[in-house]
């Protein structure tokens, strides 16, 4: 995850393999967000498997 930086608004999350998800910084998050990062994690917890 990068941090905002000189005022930016978002967050971004960033994995090999995948596309950049930006997120923005103010609450509540939208769902569609959570489930975008939910998708990745999961995705690398089966590769392992």
Partial sequence: ?????SGSS?????KDG???ITVPKHEPIKKTY??????IVEANLNEKD
């Fill in 10 to 14: 978002h967050y971004t999350f960033r």
């Fill in 1 to 5: 995850m990068t941090a905002p930086r």
């Fill in 34 to 39: 959570v489930i975008m990062v939910k998708e």
């Fill in 18 to 20: 995948c596309y950049p």
